[in-house]
């Protein structure tokens, strides 16, 4: 039976061979028929795929089917709280604030209230109104030893670098941070051109392949480095020491978009697939990275210098604290990437199985820098999955200083999710290098979506805090959040993850 189909059709082509003497108007059926043939030939001599060997024809159905899953499960099955990573209640916000358009929902939530892991804010029955708070509020990024501090927006564009995203993306982004007030994270992939067109605020993120600041063996290039440092776009800089989806595991560009140009700018051969080594070679160790740190402030004229990790080993951040300590260099941000941030590609074992989630590691990083009477001197921004303005008052709970988003930003730009980051064929321009599929991108367009959206978290963000009865992000705290343990249990975050007091684990480090 398995045959069957293949027989029909073999009986087809020999019925039509034969009236190709006796009925010529018939003979236009060898257009359908003959490649369907053709086909099934093929496949009863295939040796690698059993499926098509053993079921002709038909077989192929299989992997058509398999192809079209995802946008099958998206378009027809799966409900609006149950799309992954990103459910369409949250990429349908992003897209109604990009555009500007009602941003509101009918018919009360969509979340099961009781279901264990639900999370929601205590407001205040003194609400204060939105309109009265000052939207404007920036924080100081920049410590004791810094010379040029940076005011920071609350909500700014996560690392993506250009060769990742196309052309047009990056356009769009910088052009948005610009018009929007807010900075533009490069990326480990360097500074390109369309970083630098639109002078929208940068930080650059120095990663362990060093591009942008590399010599021609791929070591540390000090004057490469202190050249583009000290651009007036370049406000920030970041030391990549790990990266949620991935930690460990260095960057990987494919051969596919490796173009000359992108080549050229990160300093590497082209048409190549490009690794980024798992670790730093320019130093070693915690003294090694805050003496990394040092010199990257020296040679950038003073701007704020900061690092991002993943939380893995808890030990070697509190080792890395006694080392602030003792050397008296400090950091002037730390970012904080939680395990559930994304990428354009990375190992299913590294993105579902490896470093803390992104409250889990931030908690930790704010309370240890508290013991250890170090926060003062140092910001946090939180990284992993930042999509709404809940998300925004949960991170600053647990001690962000303001918080960087890529996946909604990309949403902003007209990304469907369709999960072909890694593949050089993002249906929307956003993830690629073709040029036939990055021309449908818009920049002027989408620079617009870009700000918008920022500027539409931003406010629905100050409208949270003042139904909390908050004037100012700095009056957050862990009291504020709630979350259901059981259908009887409920428990604030400061239950969860109970607060340090400053300089505690200068006298008992056992404290943690």
């Known amino acids: 039976m398995r045959y069957i189909f293949?027989?029909?059709?073999?009986?087809?082509?020999?019925?039509?061979?034969?009236?190709?003497?006796?009925?010529?108007p018939g003979l236009w059926t060898l257009l359908i028929v003959f490649p369907v043939s053709i086909i099934g030939i093929t496949d009863v001599f295939s040796r690698k795929k059993a499926i098509r060997?053993?079921?002709?024809?038909?077989?192929?159905?299989?992997?058509?089917?398999?192809?079209?899953?995802?946008e099958i499960m998206q378009y027809f099955v799966e409900t609006d709280t149950e799309g992954r990573p990103i459910n369409r209640i949250y990429r349908s916000l992003v897209y109604r604030r990009a555009k500007k358009v009602n941003d509101t929902t009918p018919f009360g939530t969509q979340e099961v209230v009781y279901r264990s892991g639900y999370e929601w804010l205590g407001h205040s029955m003194y609400a204060l109104d939105h309109k009265d708070l000052d939207h404007s509020q920036r924080v100081t990024?920049?410590?004791?030893?810094?010379k040029q501090p940076y005011e920071a927006a609350l909500l700014n564009i996560s690392a993506m670098s250009y060769g990742s995203l196309s052309q047009n993306a990056i356009l769009a982004l910088n052009r948005g941070a610009k018009e929007g007030h807010f900075f533009h994270n490069t990326g480990e992939g360097a500074i390109s051109p369309f970083h630098l067109r639109?002078?929208?605020?940068?930080?650059?993120?120095?990663?362990t392949g060093y591009f942008g600041c590399r010599d021609v063996n791929g070591n540390f290039d000090p004057e490469a480095f202190a050249e583009k440092a000290k651009l007036p776009s370049v406000k920030l800089i970041d030391i990549k020491l790990s990266q949620g989806a991935k930690p460990g595991h260095g960057g990987i560009l494919p051969a596919s978009k490796n173009t000359k140009e992108i080549a050229k700018i990160r300093g590497v051969k082209p048409h190549t697939m490009v690794f980024s080594p798992p670790t730093h070679s320019a130093f070693s160790g915690e003294i090694g990275l805050l003496e990394f740190v040092k010199r990257l402030r020296d040679l950038?004229?003073?701007?704020?210098?900061?690092?991002k990790l993943c939380v893995g080993s808890k030990d070697e951040f509190i080792s890395l604290c006694e080392a602030m300590i003792s050397t008296g260099i400090k950091p002037d941000f730390i970012t904080i990437d939680g395990g559930e941030g994304g990428t354009g590609a990375a190992p299913v074992e590294f993105s579902n199985s490896l470093g803390a989630p992104l409250r889990d590691g931030l908690s930790f990083v704010h309370d240890t820098l508290r013991g250890f009477d170090l926060r003062k001197d140092i910001k946090l921004v939180a990284s992993g999955k930042i999509i709404s303005s809940f998300h925004m008052v949960r991170?600053?709970?647990?001690?962000?200083?303001?918080?960087?988003?890529?996946?909604?930003?990309?949403?902003?730009?007209?990304?469907?999710?369709?999960?072909?980051?890694n593949s050089n064929s993002c249906p929307t321009g956003v993830a690629t290098q073709n040029k036939m599929l990055m021309?449908?991108?818009?920049?002027?367009d989408k620079a617009e979506r870009v700000a918008n959206f920022q500027e539409e978290t931003v406010k629905a963000f100050y409208e949270l805090i003042g139904a909390a009865g908050m004037r100012s992000p700095a009056e957050i705290r862990r009291a504020h959040i709630n979350r259901?343990?059981?259908?009887?249990?409920?428990r604030s975050y400061e239950d969860l993850y109970p607060s340090f007091e400053e300089g505690s684990l200068l006298k008992n480090k056992k404290a943690i």
């Open 484 to 490: 259901r343990i059981s259908l009887s249990e409920v």
């Open 439 to 444: 021309r449908g991108l818009d920049p002027n």
């Open 198 to 207: 639109h002078g929208g605020d940068l930080c650059w993120q120095i990663g």
């Open 300 to 307: 950038s004229g003073g701007k704020p210098i900061g690092f």
């Open 395 to 421: 991170a600053m709970a647990l001690g962000a200083d303001l918080c960087n988003s890529a996946r909604a930003m990309m949403l902003a730009l007209g990304c469907i999710q369709a999960l072909q980051c």
């Open 141 to 146: 990024v920049g410590g004791p030893d810094c």
């Open 53 to 70: 060997r053993n079921f002709p024809v038909f077989g192929n159905l299989r992997y058509l089917f398999e192809s079209i899953r995802p």
């Open 6 to 24: 293949y027989k029909i059709i073999a009986v087809i082509l020999i019925i039509e061979i034969l009236f190709f003497f006796f009925w010529k």
